[in-house]
């Protein structure tokens, strides 16, 4: 029985083994003796120092006490100076074991269990403990304590916790917690995780925090890395970098202000917030709107402009222009949106031009330093211009100020293409707001964010480095508290001076930060996937936005297949790849020219307990049984004909339930950090998985490796698994361990030649 890893990793070393006698049986999952009902981690790191207490409580279901050997995988780099344990109120001293003992141990297990997973950790040191006696049919609370030194590069402290490991037994602990604070007498500047579930504050220059709690269902499937960086500087910029030797690179770029901006040193900001009134926002949509505006008026600093523009057959402007913040002026507005009805048409056109022309212009009144729109409606235009093409003609005639529009549509019934258009036209941002959700919350979150812009018009140079396919291509402005990460692609490498120019109080600045661009370092292999994900984003919105394109919709399948992104609308693409591996190795798909259950997974009901637990293991299916597999995979063809029905139906309706959501996806895609296919049930995932930099497809039974050509077919070296020829090659290559410890039944390519594992 598959014997993994428990609380970054149990391994159990008994005396007599519980389970003796008992074997895998298909449809079956055997119990093991000893499980995790809670796994608590606080963490807190002072000035690069981590210290770390981990509480445990095992549980031991078995006839008997029993025995077992704690280990901690340690990060490359990490230097752990003090590591104890406590047990029923006893504390005892650990090992700090170097990566070379530490490998032997690592391999040991490998071997006696015939399971691969520890040969992620190949190369790195660990911790080990003794646990002595665990009560039979009783519980037991283990503390471990222990301080480490960060790793400490290019200006970035890099923290990192095996997760993966503390899944034991096919299974992992039944609420996992970490709670985990910084403390920096440098200003900490930047703050960053690839991990989806980890929830990431900076709550002053000088203190940050990040917390999640996971329960087994949703375990993740990689372990957490924490990136953040300190600097005396006002503006913080950290750079992460990956590239393969001779290929292009992939870098991403972290950018923020520091947390305490003074007041006085904020841009100034004239804010106008246009307000769709007419007939359809009757009833619960209009009192919370008032109440968003209410807000609005009440959060403005003291050097603010402001107009509030209700719309509806026509506009009707608070104020003939923006105001200065002043008493008198926030109590008429505050006094005319208690007047407010909804009633009447939709007149965008007529909203969009007073928003960007004055009555009565001035020339004495002070220019603001950023101009901002904020556009709320829940219907389409109705009165006066209403063709899509006309209303954004106008707009860009009228905005010669540069003002940015941040648009929400309300409900399913709004005109996304015209709304996303506006926003992405003036540079601005959208959002939506879905039946079940209040306007007043929704917006609040975006006029806070909005109340304290740093820096605006910003752009980005690098000296002595080719880059491309830089995302976002325009910066967005930068508010207190806020934060930009920017993905691309270089050639080149080396030290590299990094220039970030701004406008700052009306002032153009130059801020010069340094960073290195790495010729051949593969480790945050994260960043491929992070970039090829919001090109794909960008890719399926340029084509929801505007046609389906043949170069467009080329690429799209190009970096699909490449990359394994699964999203809404592309996991057809990653079975269409698994098709190509499958010819390939000459394997007959079935006659749909669908890949059928057997055609992936095989016969063998041994083998499809195998990829049971490891597809369970890298978070693809809820269940270690192969029953759950079988009614997943089902689920996978039925998904990916609905991805691709999708896909081809991007950007047919600019309204309606679907469109409103496309719009949201493929923002949410694009902007945030948090990969998508994590948070999305993409059965898709199921036959083909993303493993540190390749993916893999599977092909009867096997995980073929994408590299894989017709070519290679009957000329692959055949490994057996666990032997010293497959130490050996994991010796020689250890770039492979990643992909090894996914599975012990896999066709790997390695500098162009096929190596089967069985």
Request: glycine content about 6%; hydrophobic content about 40%; overall charge positive.
């Amino acid at each position: 029985m598959r014997l993994t890893i428990l609380c970054c990793l149990l391994n159990f070393a008994l005396s007599a083994s519980p389970i003796q006698g008992q074997q895998d049986r298909v449809g079956q999952h055997w119990p093991a003796p000893l499980s995790t009902s809670l796994y608590r981690i606080d963490v807190s790191i002072k000035d690069g120092v981590a210290s770390t207490e981990i509480l445990q409580v095992i549980h031991n279901a078995g006839s008997r006490p029993l025995e077992a050997t704690w280990l901690l995988p340690l990060p490359v780099d990490a230097i752990a100076d003090r590591f104890t344990m406590t047990m029923g109120g006893k504390e005892t001293s650990g090992e700090i074991l170097p990566p070379d003992k530490a490998r032997r141990i690592y391999e040991r297990i490998v071997r006696s269990r015939r399971d691969p997973g520890l040969l992620e950790y190949i190369g790195k040191g660990c911790l080990r403990a003794r646990i002595f006696p665990i009560p039979a049919k009783d519980s037991v609370q283990v503390k471990v304590r222990y301080t480490q030194v960060i790793p400490f590069n290019a200006g970035v402290y890099q923290w990192n916790f095996p997760l993966k490991a503390t899944r034991w037994q096919g299974g992992a602990p039944k609420k996992t917690v970490l709670d985990l604070r910084i403390d920096s007498r440098v200003p900490i500047k930047n703050l960053y995780s690839p991990h989806p579930s980890l929830d990431l504050v900076r709550k002053d220059d000088h203190h940050a925090r990040a917390s999640m709690e996971l329960a087994k269902t949703i375990y993740p499937r990689r372990d957490i890395n924490l990136f953040y960086s300190v600097s005396k500087e006002r503006v913080g910029l950290n750079l992460l970098s990956y590239r393969k030797a001779q290929d292009a690179g992939y870098f991403l770029l972290m950018l923020s202000p520091q947390a305490e901006w003074p007041q006085s040193e904020f841009a100034s900001k004239s804010v106008q917030f246009v307000l769709d009134t007419s007939g359809s926002m009757q009833g619960e949509k209009i009192k919370q709107a008032k109440a968003a505006l209410r807000f609005f008026v009440q959060s403005l600093n003291p050097s603010d402009k402001f107009n509030v523009i209700p719309f509806a057959t026509e506009a009707r402007p608070f104020f003939d222009g923006p105001q200065a913040v002043s008493e008198s002026s926030i109590a008429k507005a505050m006094q005319n949106i208690e007047t407010l009805v909804a009633r009447g048409g939709t007149n965008i056109d007529d909203a969009l031009d007073r928003a960007l022309t004055r009555a009565v212009p001035n020339q004495q009144d002070q220019v603001a330093d950023v101009r901002i729109v904020v556009f709320l409606t829940d219907g389409q235009p109705t009165v006066g211009a209403t063709n899509t093409e006309d209303l954004l003609s106008a707009l860009a005639r009228r905005n010669t100020s540069g003002t940015r529009f941040f648009v929400f549509g309300v409900g399913n019934e709004v005109n996304t293409s015209l709304l996303d258009k506006i926003a992405v036209q003036t540079g601005g941002d959208r959002d939506y707001v879905k039946e079940e959700e209040n306007i007043e919350l929704k917006t609040s979150v975006l006029l806070e964010k909005l109340s304290h812009p740093v820096m605006t018009d910003l752009r980005l140079f690098i000296d002595g480095l080719e880059t491309s396919e830089i995302l976002p291509g325009k910066l967005p402005d930068l508010f207190k508290g806020g934060r930009i990460i920017s993905v691309g692609r270089y050639r080149g490498h080396g030290m590299r001076a990094i220039r970030l120019r701004a406008n700052v109080q009306g002032q153009e600045r130059e801020f010069v930060f340094e960073g290195k661009f790495a010729e051949n370092d593969q480790a945050q292999n994260f960043i491929p996937s992070l970039w090829a994900q919001r090109k794909i984003a960008q890719l399926l919105d340029a084509i929801r936005l505007n046609g389906a394109l043949p170069e467009l919709v080329q690429e799209v399948h190009r970096l699909g297949r490449e990359h394994a992104v699964v999203t809404p609308y592309t996991s057809h693409l990653i079975l269409e790849e698994g098709l190509r591996v499958s010819r390939a190795r000459r394997h007959t798909p079935s006659p749909d020219h669908r890949r059928s259950f057997d055609d992936v997974f095989g016969k063998d009901s041994r083998v499809l307990a195998r990829i049971s637990r490891e597809l369970y293991q890298a978070g693809a299916i809820p269940e270690d049984s192969p029953g759950s597999l079988r009614g997943s995979a089902k689920g996978a063809n039925a998904e990916s004909e609905e991805s691709g029905r999708r896909l081809s139906g991007l950007g047919k309706k600019d309204s309606g339930r679907n469109a409103v959501a496309d719009s949201l996806a493929l923002d949410d895609f694009y902007r945030r950090s948090t990969p998508l296919s994590s948070v999305l049930p993409a059965k898709a995932k199921l036959l083909s998985q993303r493993i540190a930099d390749r993916s893999f497809h599977l092909v009867d039974g096997i995980w073929v490796d994408s590299l894989f050509r017709p070519e290679m077919l009957g000329k692959e070296q055949r490994v057996e698994a666990f032997t010293e020829a497959y130490f050996q090659l994991l010796s020689d290559h250890p770039e492979i361990a990643p992909y090894l410890a996914f599975s012990a039944r896999m066709i790997l390519v390695i500098e162009g030649k096929a190596i089967e594992l069985h």
